[in-house]
């Protein structure tokens, strides 16, 4: 089997549009989460979210592309040409031939049918755009990276809802671990702040107006945010022979289905793909250092989570650091494994583990350490990043210091 | 109809019951309602109602939308009739 490691990541989300701002605000335990400026915020009983303000799509690309790119796209190829900037890697050559592209995202170009059902449905246009479908399918964002970078190997796009990013990087992981590549970009996007996306979340009651405070006793739902993280997986020894800078190693992932409801988590699902990551990562719960958490804030996820870390960690619970980052960056929903996976990077090369901010008040319930409102320095081997989607599909991905 | 019998058709449509099973001492609990069932009932009151019925699944009981019986969440309806009204 092959080792696997990070040589190139980037990001936009409402913290920041690179990486170095958007650590930078996880060290500083910074909100991003805000008012939301979208067309018809009057009929939104949900108004605050983590949007990607000042996003300036001509900074990055021409008319021809802007047309053909919906937000989940841009932010997507924004987020790929830093990451694969990073490694230095070009795909022109061989590598091209077997390194692909997969992307996670749960809604692709929900901002493209919000528009196009408005202009037929509200103003009774009888005319829409001929890149419509283009613009909206899922593997859009996967297909422009694949176009922009070259990459003729295997690409798609993964749609697990919450946990579609981290599916998406597993299943890179795997393919480069079984030598089928030497290269992937993977990670994940989304772009569901419009009218139609927040009212959809709105039918369920468990947005918060508020703000999202994971694991307080005070929390009172998720926030939904958008934008993008993606990554460049390498097989090890192809990164240490061109002596690439290696943010971390990703040595285990697992998935698992609760087979029990649509909608509410299971502790026993959750704690099957927590504890598959570590062995196959072949790691102790004693090794690990810092859980990036699934932590929507929403009462169903924190609470049965907590108790899952507690089943697989047993005696270590009390001693590993678990925050969620969606306290700053809000839910990205399909991209949100992709962002938070910054934070276990951040954690094993700084040394620096993000806080949960918004903190109130401790619950019995979520009784682990949950970093609360301050970042702390302490020096990680090993990290794990959680998510668990909606239809009960869970995957977990572990990471190691390099 | 009135609002006590409104609600417990909409109650009986959720729960899957005849009419005449679902009585307002009836918990929804008790009719076999869940969670995910009660944010349904609450959007076919909204709806028959053109109401707006304060109500977070993340804390119920912090909504201030008593749905402890069938009776309770008539009345808590009539409640925010009147305010809508007033």
């Given at each position: 089997?092959?080792?696997?490691?990070i040589?190139?990541?980037?990001?936009?989300?409402?913290?920041?549009?690179?990486v170095?701002?958007?650590?930078?605000?996880?060290?500083e335990?910074?909100?991003?989460?805000?008012?939301?400026?979208?067309?018809?915020?009057?009929?939104?009983?949900?108004?605050?979210?983590?949007?990607?303000?000042?996003?300036?799509?001509?900074?990055?690309?021409?008319?021809?592309?802007?047309?053909?790119?919906?937000?989940?796209?841009?932010?997507?190829?924004?987020?790929a040409?830093?990451?694969?900037?990073?490694?230095?890697?070009?795909?022109?050559?061989?590598?091209?031939?077997?390194?692909?592209?997969?992307?996670?995202?749960?809604?692709?170009?929900?901002?493209?049918?919000?528009?196009?059902?408005?202009a037929?449905?509200?103003?009774?246009?009888?005319?829409?755009?001929?890149?419509?479908?283009?613009?909206?399918?899922?593997?859009?964002?996967?297909?422009?990276?694949?176009?922009?970078?070259?990459?003729?190997?295997?690409?798609?796009?993964?749609?697990?809802?919450?946990a579609?990013?981290?599916?998406?990087?597993?299943?890179?992981?795997?393919?480069?671990?079984s030598g089928m590549t030497?290269?992937?970009?993977t990670?994940?996007?989304e772009?569901?702040?419009?009218?139609?996306?927040?009212?959809?979340?709105?039918?369920?009651?468990?947005?918060?107006?508020?703000?999202?405070?994971?694991?307080?006793?005070?929390?009172?739902g998720?926030?939904?945010?958008?934008?993008?993280?993606?990554?460049?997986?390498?097989?090890?020894?192809?990164?240490?022979?061109?002596?690439?800078?290696?943010?971390?190693?990703?040595?285990?992932?697992?998935?698992?289905?609760?087979?029990?409801?649509?909608?509410?988590?299971?502790?026993?699902?959750a704690?099957?793909?927590?504890?598959?990551?570590?062995?196959?990562?072949?790691?102790?719960?004693?090794?690990?250092?810092?859980?990036?958490?699934h932590?929507?804030?929403?009462?169903?996820?924190d609470?049965?989570e907590?108790?899952?870390?507690?089943?697989v960690?047993?005696?270590?619970?009390?001693?590993?650091?678990?925050?969620?980052?969606?306290?700053?960056?809000?839910?990205?929903?399909?991209?949100?494994?992709?962002?938070?996976?910054?934070?276990?990077?951040?954690?094993?090369?700084?040394?620096?583990?993000?806080p949960?901010?918004?903190?109130?008040e401790?619950?019995?319930?979520?009784?682990?350490?949950?970093?609360?409102?301050e970042?702390?320095?302490?020096?990680?081997?090993?990290?794990?990043?959680?998510?668990?989607?909606?239809?009960g599909?869970?995957?977990?991905?572990?990471?190691?210091?390099? | 109809?009135?609002?006590?019998?409104?609600?417990?058709?909409?109650?009986?449509?959720?729960?899957?019951l005849?009419l005449?099973?679902?009585?307002?001492?009836?918990?929804?609990?008790?009719?076999?309602?869940?969670?995910?069932?009660?944010v349904e009932t609450?959007?076919?009151?909204?709806e028959?109602?053109?109401?707006s019925?304060?109500?977070?699944?993340?804390?119920?009981?912090?909504?201030?939308?008593?749905h402890?019986?069938?009776?309770?969440?008539?009345?808590?309806?009539?409640?925010?009739i009147?305010?809508?009204?007033?």
């Open positions: 089997m092959k080792r696997v490691v040589t190139g990541a980037g990001t936009v989300n409402a913290l920041a549009q690179d170095a701002g958007t650590l930078k605000a996880f060290a335990g910074r909100c991003g989460i805000s008012a939301l400026d979208i067309p018809d915020i009057d009929r939104l009983s949900i108004k605050i979210g983590g949007q990607v303000h000042g996003w300036d799509p001509e900074a990055h690309f021409n008319r021809q592309q802007i047309v053909l790119f919906d937000k989940f796209t841009q932010f997507t190829l924004v987020a040409r830093q990451a694969i900037a990073q490694s230095g890697l070009n795909f022109d050559g061989r590598l091209g031939n077997e390194a692909g592209v997969v992307l996670g995202t749960a809604g692709g170009g929900v901002n493209t049918w919000d528009e196009n059902y408005r037929v449905y509200e103003e009774r246009k009888n005319r829409v755009h001929p890149f419509v479908v283009p613009k909206l399918m899922n593997n859009a964002a996967a297909s422009h990276v694949s176009m922009e970078f070259n990459l003729r190997g295997p690409s798609f796009s993964v749609a697990t809802a919450c579609s990013s981290n599916h998406a990087m597993g299943q890179a992981f795997h393919m480069i671990r030497r290269a992937m970009v990670g994940g996007s772009s569901m702040l419009c009218f139609g996306g927040i009212k959809a979340w709105e039918g369920l009651r468990v947005m918060s107006k508020e703000a999202c405070r994971p694991f307080s006793l005070t929390r009172n998720m926030v939904q945010g958008e934008g993008a993280a993606v990554f460049v997986f390498e097989e090890y020894e192809h990164a240490r022979k061109r002596k690439a800078e290696i943010l971390a190693e990703v040595v285990g992932f697992a998935m698992t289905s609760d087979a029990a409801d649509i909608v509410m988590p299971s502790r026993q699902g704690a099957r793909a927590i504890a598959g990551a570590l062995r196959d990562a072949r790691l102790d719960p004693a090794d690990v250092g810092y859980i990036n958490a932590g929507t804030g929403t009462a169903a996820n609470k049965t907590c108790a899952a870390v507690a089943d960690f047993g005696p270590q619970a009390d001693h590993v650091m678990i925050s969620s980052t969606k306290s700053m960056h809000g839910h990205l929903i399909g991209g949100t494994g992709a962002v938070e996976l910054l934070a276990c990077i951040m954690a094993l090369r700084d040394g620096i583990i993000a949960t901010i918004g903190y109130e401790p619950d019995p319930e979520c009784a682990l350490d949950v970093v609360p409102n970042a702390r320095e302490a020096r990680v081997e090993a990290a794990i990043s959680n998510a668990f989607a909606f239809g599909l869970n995957a977990v991905l572990a990471l190691r210091r390099v | 109809m009135t609002v006590e019998d409104t609600v417990r058709k909409i109650i009986a449509e959720q729960a899957g005849d005449a099973d679902v009585t307002l001492d009836n918990s929804l609990e008790s009719l076999g309602v869940d969670s995910l069932g009660l609450i959007f076919a009151i909204e028959a109602f053109d109401i019925v304060p109500f977070n699944a993340n804390a119920p009981q912090a909504s201030g939308f008593d402890s019986s069938v009776r309770a969440i008539a009345a808590a309806v009539q409640g925010l009147d305010q809508q009204a007033a």
